[in-house]
Each structure stands twice: as C-alpha cells, then as structure tokens.
C-alpha cells in the first residue's frame, strides 16, 4: 500500500488504518493494501463532522479515537460503530488512544491532557507562547510498547504510563533560549494572532533499549 507523507496511518495486528488527504474520511485496508471499509460522516447533525482533525487506535482495547472541528471526540469500535461521543469545552489539536486511555494536545495552552470520567485533566504544561500556535508538529509518539509526547518550545520527549509522565529525554541546542524570548514577545504574532512557526518540531521519535 502507498501512502503520501501528508496522510495519518496507523497500523494494527490485521490492518491499516488512514486518514484521507481531506481529513474527511478513515479509511481501513487490510495487510495487503486492500481496502476494506471507510468512516465518512461529514455534516452538521449531532454525529457528524466538518473535518477530522486527527485520529488514533488502540487495538488492544477495539477503540478508534476521531478528534473532530477541534471540539468534538468521537470513540468508535475497530469496524467504525460509534461508541461514545463528547463535546469539548476547550479545544484540541490532536489526540492519542493508549492502553485504554484518551489523550490530548491543547495548543492554546501548550499542554497535554488526559480524559477521566468524560473529562480532560492537565498532564503537563509545556511553555506558553503569547499566542495559539499553529503547525502540524506530531506530538504523541507510540514506539516500541512506549508511549512518548513533546510539547511546542520545549527541549524534553516525555514518557507517559500508569505511573504518571516522567522525563525519557531532554536536548538542548545553541540559541535555544534566544529563541524562546523570541516567542514570549509580541513582534512574532501573524496578523491573525497567530505562532505559525515554532523553535522546536520533532517529527519522529523511536526508542530502544539502547
């Protein structure tokens, strides 16, 4: 199966799981590239969408998580039969379905939250720029049985499990700090009010046990 680098796969035991170009539609194939079933619900109802924002898979718990128009989150089963909706009061940029668990990006407030009884609690609070940030950084990262996170502005990749988050790694480089006064001043704002581009975009992480 091809892909573009622009598109979201997640890979399961059986299958492909893809988020089209559009972000409109899941798209599900089997191993061989074969395309199986979609997810396509865009409209105005209340189990609709505008556009899927991001989306994650937890196999071992038969969950697929749709963060959609930044506010909605939907839980679905592996063959796309809704589970559980949610109406978020504060915004999402992305989302991460892990060991049972839903995780979130707010990039309002730089942070990584964790759902509790319908809810979304603080996890960590990263550095918080004068403005929204706006970019397509990768922010939770599945590799090898770990699940690792990194915020916008920030030196550290985090590690998150039952026990709560913990530093995995921390990195510095030359002119960090510089850069960071940079984004606490107002000169860097967009005429929209916006952080379009930030000092630090990781974009993939792996991990072993070296």
């Known amino acids: 199966m091809h892909c573009r680098r622009d598109k979201k796969v997640e890979e399961t035991i059986s299958n492909y799981f893809v988020m089209n170009q559009q972000k409109t539609a899941i798209a599900k194939f089997d191993k061989n590239g074969a ?6 619900k865009v409209g105005r109802s209340k189990d609709e969408y505008i556009g899927i924002n991001d989306f994650s898979v937890d196999e071992q718990n038969n969950m697929i998580v749709l963060l959609c128009d930044y506010t909605k989150l939907y ?24 060991k049972s668990k839903i995780f979130g990006y707010s990039a309002i407030d730089n942070k990584i939250v964790c759902m509790s009884n319908g809810e979304f609690k603080d996890v960590v609070k990263g550095e918080k720029p004068k403005s929204w940030i706006y970019s397509q ?37 030359d002119g960090y700090e510089d850069i ?30 070296n």
Do not use: M, W
């Open 35 to 40: 395309f199986v079933e979609s997810l396509h």
């Open 180 to 209: 960071i006064d940079q984004y606490r001043e107002s000169d860097v704002e967009s005429s929209n009010g916006l952080v379009v581009n930030t000092p630090v975009r990781i974009r993939n992480v792996h991990s072993n046990e």
């Open 75 to 98: 839980v679905y089963d592996l063959s796309f039969k809704l589970k559980h909706a949610f109406n978020l009061s504060v915004p999402l940029e992305r989302i991460c379905a892990y």
């Open 137 to 173: 950084t990768q922010v939770f990262f599945k590799t090898d049985g770990l699940l690792l996170a990194s915020l916008e502005c920030d030196t550290i990749i985090y590690r998150i499990d039952n026990n709560g988050v913990s530093r995995h790694i921390s990195f510095l480089y």
